[in-house]
């Protein structure tokens, strides 16, 4: 598996399972429109091959995880619609 598409659904108060975060192999990983909440999981880090992330539209919160920058294939990163606080980690800058 290398793309996974999970949009437009009735996650409500959910946060995003973990066990996401644990499909390494992945490419890409869509996840908009969901509902989910709670804040982005350190595991994200080990994503190692993930080109674009996508979780936009969500109810997302807290700071951006610093383990987000060791993803050094990512071209696409879209948080947008969430409540993000904090500032962008220095490496993304």
Do not use: Y
């Not at 949009?7 to 996840?31: A, G």
């Amino acid at each position: 598996l290398v793309r996974l598409e999970i949009k437009r659904n009735s996650f409500k108060e959910k946060e995003i399972p973990v066990e996401l975060f644990s499909l390494v192999t992945l490419k890409s990983l869509l996840i908009c429109f969901n509902g989910f909440s709670g804040s982005l999981a350190t595991d994200i880090g080990k994503m190692t091959e993930l080109e674009d992330f996508r979780a936009s539209n969500n109810d997302i919160f807290g700071i951006l995880p610093v383990e987000i920058t060791e993803l050094s294939n990512l071209i696409t990163l879209d948080l947008s619609g969430n409540m993000l606080t904090g500032k962008i980690p220095d490496e993304f800058q």
